[in-house]
């Protein structure tokens, strides 16, 4: 007997999992554009070139910090990065807010020194380097490899693949 063709789209690659609102999950792979800009803007487009996300600079007196925005310019989340420390460390919190109650993860390097990145990411309840890491992102970020992957475990929640782009 031959197999018969399904309507029904394909199983997801990685078991869903949402950090900043289910919204923001997607049923299956999605191929993604990030254009970057003059002024570390970036913008992020699905592959019709549709806006999906942007990263812009944020208020620069004491802490670098980028704000993530919807294709409306709406604050999704703000990204502060620490300054005091050996690691380098990032909170997020939601829309523009910088209190404690809002925060949605920390990171931390590995290491002070990286060759590729290998991040640590805590979700909001696990701010201490001693308490087991959520997530955890690794690869090269400039080659375009990165994958995300549950605790310190190899269950890959996310991947990142650089594909050449062909100007036919």
Known sequence: M?????????????PPFSVIGPQFVAPE????????YPCRNLVITDINHKILLKVKPY???????RVLLDANDTPIAKLR?????????WNVFRGESKESSDMIFTTHTEHMIQFKTNVRVMLANKTSNNDDCDLRIKGSWSKGNCTISTGDSS?????VVF?????V
């Open 2 to 14: 031959m197999d018969q063709p399904s309507d029904h789209a394909p199983a997801p690659l990685f």
């Open 29 to 36: 792979s999605l191929e993604i554009i990030v254009e970057k």
């Open 59 to 65: 208020n620069k007196r004491l802490h670098r910090q």
């Open 81 to 89: 990065k620490k300054n005091l420390g050996m690691h380098s460390t």
């Open 155 to 159: 269950t890959v929640v996310a991947q």
């Open 163 to 167: 594909l050449p782009l062909y100007i």
